[in-house]
């Protein structure tokens, strides 16, 4: 399980490394982080920690929910 | 506590400042600049309203200001043929705004630089109010709204230090073959890197727009990128021992290990180090009066206490998965 995590995050590593110099080309979307007052940097902090620790508690609960019916069941 | 803190980090004004000139080189005689504030009242106070030019130590009036609203002012500096300084700021000042500045490095071919030249007024010339009186988080150069990044970014570190430090404990406990505490330690340490992670990723977010690059050789940057790889070395050793007497043992000594390795990285490293752009490194206090003050403070605190609040809320419940799965390796 752990192994698999590891994977996927040197594959979501992988694919920034790529991604990220393409976008960082000076685009307009890139542009506007600028504007007033770089306050969408702020959200954008603010909705990766949101996602990156709803999407740890959403996998944490149905690990848990798992196994918790693994030992209802067995009891049963 | 999080609700709050999250509330007042969006929700706080930043205290008035300069943003940005409109010009980016010098040239002789008379140039027009216009002047853009932040969260600034031009136009509210339009009557108290001063412009002058600092070059180095000394100042210089400016002429036909023009006020164009709140956040715009033009004027027109009369650049003499020698400057005493290249270190040039531009001020706009009244009395709820007090002096609002932008100091920005301007190319000059056409003005000499001699250290002797004198200006008309060697003195900052009088205003009514030097200070703001709007209440807000501090306003500063380059960082703007992303101060208030204080709240998000930098308690994801005090979070992973805090669960770190569950498990450095926990650990202690586990190299005499504590089963239960090799769980405690584990769960605390896949918690610790969730906020490390995130930590990285928004830290570099926030360098992108701000240092202008994603990643940098800073020594607190590339220590947290090592702190994260080994705690998941950690994981990977600790997945990679069956028997699990020997498996608490040698990975609660990787995990002592990895804890020190941690404060040396993070705490030691980058205030000996000299290259060091985070803030109260390299030899500066952490905080200083400078750098936090009380209205940062007044959330700051809150929101590191609360941030911890949660992590250790998810550290629980990921307790309370490793030993339902222990349970059921058990059988």
């Known amino acids: 399980m752990i192994k698999s995590t590891v994977v996927k995050a040197f594959q979501v590593m992988l694919v920034m490394m790529i991604v990220t110099p393409l976008w960082a080309q000076g685009n307009g979307l890139e542009n506007t982080f600028f504007e007033s007052g770089k306050i969408k940097v702020v959200m954008g902090v603010a909705v990766i920690i949101f996602i990156g620790i709803a999407i740890y508690l959403f996998r944490l609960d149905k690990k848990i929910s798992k196994l918790e019916k693994e030992i209802h069941d067995e009891k049963n | 506590m999080l609700g709050y803190v999250l509330v007042a980090t969006f929700s706080v004004p930043l205290v008035p400042g300069g943003l940005s000139i409109n010009i980016d080189a ?12 932040y969260n600034t009242h031009f136009q509210d106070d339009a009557q108290h309203l001063q412009c002058f030019v600092g070059v180095g130590d ?26 005493p300084s290249s270190a040039i700021a531009f ?39 030097d200070e703001h009186t709007v209440w807000g988080f501090p306003f500063q150069p380059i960082l703007f709204e992303t101060i208030r990044n204080l709240m998000l970014h ?18 202690i ?11 405690v330690a584990v769960a605390s340490v896949k918690v610790g890197l969730l906020f490390c992670i995130l930590g990285l990723i928004t830290g570099s977010l926030w360098a992108r727009f701000t240092w202008l690059t994603w990643w940098t050789k800073d020594p607190q940057l590339n220590g947290a990128l090592v702190v994260f790889i080994v705690y998941a ?41 000299d290259n060091s752009l985070h803030p109260g490194k390299s030899g500066n206090p952490a905080f200083s009066k400078y750098d936090l003050d009380s209205s940062l ?6 929101a590191v206490i609360g941030w911890i609040l949660l992590g250790y809320w998810i550290y629980t419940l990921q307790l309370k998965f490793e030993k339902l799965n222990d349970k059921i390796n058990r059988r």
Not at chain 2, 157 to 167: C, P
Not at chain 2, 173 to 183: C, E, F, Q, Y
Not at chain 2, 260 to 265: E, G, Q, S, T
Not at chain 2, 297 to 302: C, K, L, M
């Open chain 2, 173 to 183: 406990k586990a190299m005499r073959g504590n089963v239960n505490s090799d769980l």
């Open chain 2, 58 to 83: 000394q100042y210089m009036a400016v002429e036909n200001i023009l006020i164009q609203d709140n956040q715009h002012v033009q004027f027109e500096v009369n650049w003499p043929d020698t400057l």
């Open chain 2, 233 to 273: 070395a950690y994981l990977l050793l600790r997945n990679s021992i069956d028997d699990e007497i020997k498996r608490a043992r040698i990975s609660a000594v990787f995990n002592i290990f990895a804890f020190v390795l941690m404060i040396v990285l993070l705490m030691v490293m980058p205030r000996i180090a």
């Open chain 2, 297 to 302: 403070r007044s959330v700051f605190y809150p």
């Open chain 2, 154 to 171: 930098v308690p994801m570190w005090f979070t992973m230090f805090f669960l770190m430090g569950i498990g450095f404990v926990a650990s």
């Open chain 2, 26 to 37: 010098l040239h002789r005689g008379k140039q027009t600049v216009i002047f853009t504030g």
């Open chain 2, 91 to 129: 001020y706009v000042n009244n009395t709820i705004d007090g002096s609002v500045y932008v100091s920005t490095a301007l190319s000059n071919k056409e003005i000499a630089i001699i250290s002797n030249a004198t200006l008309e007024n060697t003195t900052k010339p009088n205003v009514l109010n």
